[in-house]
């Protein structure tokens, strides 16, 4: 997603809460800092889901290795072109 766009639905939502907030309690006060919190909230799961897909895709390249190394290895214990099993 680009970022202008993700800025526009970021400031879309932070402006919807702040007018729900409003409208129901009748505080600006309460609807600044309610708005402040959710903004805050809103940035830590951001960071949390970047922080999830950088270990998603570290997990993934470890266990693509590991498989690229296991691979390997079955290939040279079974298949040495020295040996036949009919012949000897």
């Known amino acids: ?17 702040a007018l729900t907030v409003y409208f129901v309690l009748h505080s600006i006060r309460t609807a600044i800092l309610t708005t402040l919190a959710f903004s805050l909230l809103l940035q830590v799961a951001y960071f949390g889901s970047v922080l999830f897909l950088v270990w998603r895709s570290s997990c993934a390249r470890g266990a693509g290795q590991r498989a690229e190394h296991f691979g390997s290895s079955q290939e040279d214990r079974h298949e040495s072109p020295d040996y036949n099993e009919g012949e000897e």
């Open 1 to 17: 997603m680009p970022f202008r766009i993700f800025y526009r639905v970021l400031r879309l939502v932070l402006c919807a809460n």
